[in-house]
């Protein structure tokens, strides 16, 4: 399996503009999660995925940003309009609940979209 | 008070010798625990897991977990410079939610 897939890998945008992210997750796995990463804050979930459909959002720090799963093999995390704030690392990892006595079994991480917003 | 809590270091030990990083939680109800490793500008890792207290041991890694005490740990035996890394501590709390520690920069010294 090639594992979780991001893209792109860089973007560098401009305050304002519509910034979307994409993730397609290792097949099998039901569960998909939409991380950010500062060096101020760590690791932070914004959002997460069970079988497609959102279970926890609470993460998602305001309405500029949304998320969406429309089937098993892809995600998108789009910022509408992005502020320099914004700039981080975006992580997609996915899971698999299935057969895992915690209910959530480890999670394998994609390579990450390094955001710049200038 | 955050849900999961870590030194963040920066910890460094010569090689050879046995490094700690600890890690406590919040939620007394969490029932699984991860660790994590990040080289910079990589993506995490993970590199244990533990759901039951008392060690679990994976060749130069041992994971150590105290439910009462809500305190896990992780022992490095022999370090090695490509241990060099931060290390994340992950916990899969009582409502099904994930969070994770802010991060223990390791430096293993030649």
């Known amino acids: 399996d090639a594992g979780v897939i991001q893209s792109p890998r860089h973007e560098v945008t401009e305050m304002g503009q519509e910034v979307t992210l994409r993730c397609k997750p290792i097949?099998?796995?039901?569960?998909l999660f939409w991380y950010r990463q500062t060096m101020m804050r760590g690791l932070e979930l914004l959002i997460y995925?069970?079988?497609?459909?959102?279970?926890?959002d609470s993460g998602m720090p305001e309405d500029r940003f949304s998320a969406k799963m429309p089937n098993a093999s892809f995600s998108t995390l789009k910022i509408q309009p992005s502020e320099p704030r914004d700039s981080a690392v975006y992580f997609c990892?996915?899971?698999?609940?299935?057969?895992?006595?915690?209910?959530?079994?480890?999670?394998?991480f994609g390579p990450g979209t390094r955001l710049t917003v200038l | 008070q955050k849900e999961v809590e870590q030194n963040s270091g920066p910890l460094s030990v010569p090689e050879g010798a046995i490094a700690s990083l600890n890690c406590t939680y919040s939620d007394r109800g969490s029932q699984s625990f991860f660790w994590y490793r990040q080289y910079s500008g990589k993506s995490p890792e993970l590199i244990m897991f533990i759901y039951s207290n008392g060690d679990k041991e994976d060749g130069r890694f041992t994971a150590q977990l105290n439910k009462a005490s809500q305190y896990v740990s992780l022992l490095i035996r022999d370090s090695q410079p490509s241990d060099s890394a931060t290390y994340l501590c992950a916990v899969n709390s009582a409502g099904n939610q994930f969070y994770f520690g802010t991060g223990t920069s390791l430096t293993v010294i030649p």
């Open positions: 990892a996915s899971s698999s609940t299935r057969g895992s006595r915690s209910g959530h079994d480890e999670q394998f």
């Open positions: 097949s099998g796995h039901n569960s």
């Open positions: 995925f069970n079988n497609n459909v959102p279970i926890d």
